[in-house]
């Protein structure tokens, strides 16, 4: 898969909620959000969660709704600012069915920021 060039790369925000007690993550281009009670099962969760919308967004050849409310400003500023200080973790995605002809299927990238741990 390393040789493929993704059809959609997306960024993801993961951080401790200090309010709720709880992980969280946000990916900036989809507004997608899901909790956790640990990192492990917070990139778990997104990656499942992503899997699925994109899944029918390639499905049904539209974007549009995946993409029509990205996260909060303030989470695209967090993800700039913690993946200065630490390389993203990279979670590639692949699907089976082409989106275009003669496509052996499709990947995508999500680059997970995650800020310490509380």
């Known amino acids: 898969m390393a040789d493929r060039v993704p059809f959609v790369q ?21 507004g997608s959000v899901v909790t956790a009670d640990d990192p492990k ?11 699925d919308e994109l899944s ?5 050849k539209n974007l549009t709704n995946l993409f029509s409310s990205p996260a909060p400003f303030d989470k695209w500023i967090k993800w700039q600012e913690i ?7 990279i979670i ?17 990238e999500v680059k997970l920021a995650q800020a310490a741990a509380a």
């Open 41 to 51: 099962s917070l990139r778990e969760e997104m990656k499942e969660l992503l899997e």
């Open 10 to 30: 997306l960024r993801v925000l993961g951080e401790f909620d200090e309010k709720y007690k709880t992980f969280v993550a946000y990916c900036l281009e989809t």
């Open 92 to 108: 590639e995605l692949f699907f089976e069915k082409p989106v275009r002809k003669g496509q052996q299927g499709v990947t995508t």
């Open 56 to 60: 029918s967004a390639f499905e049904t």
């Open 83 to 89: 993946s200065e200080k630490k390389k993203p973790d």
